[in-house]
């Protein structure tokens, strides 16, 4: 009998570590999840510092292009204002353009932008 339970707690144990480490990988998905992917789309008007190393979702007209390398800079423009943009893929941006981009809020130089991380037509 005394074996028998020992080898119930033991498996107990192994269940509850492997519950732990579930629960943690879980909870470690859904906060890389959070800071990537946004949950609604912002006007530009509303980034603010307060968005800094945030995730942010924005749709706008291109209104300026650079390239360096395979780094694009752009600028994006709604209705509310604009913002200046960087993507470190090589994705074609086109003048007038319409997109839409989820990427983090980052300030460089004192000035807000965002890092894109997906860029699609609309």
Known sequence: MKGKEEGEKMEDK???RIGLMGTLVAILMLSFIG???????VEIKEISQKDVDKGVYVEGT??????????????LKDETGSVQGVMFNKVQLNKGQ???????????KGNLELVADEVRQI
């Open 14 to 16: 192994h269940l509850v």
């Open 35 to 41: 800071d990537v992917v946004p949950q609604t789309r």
């Open 62 to 75: 291109v209104d300026r292009i650079g390239v360096k390398g395979t780094t694009t800079f752009f600028t």
């Open 98 to 108: 319409k997109i839409g981009v989820a990427g983090k809020v980052q300030q460089y």
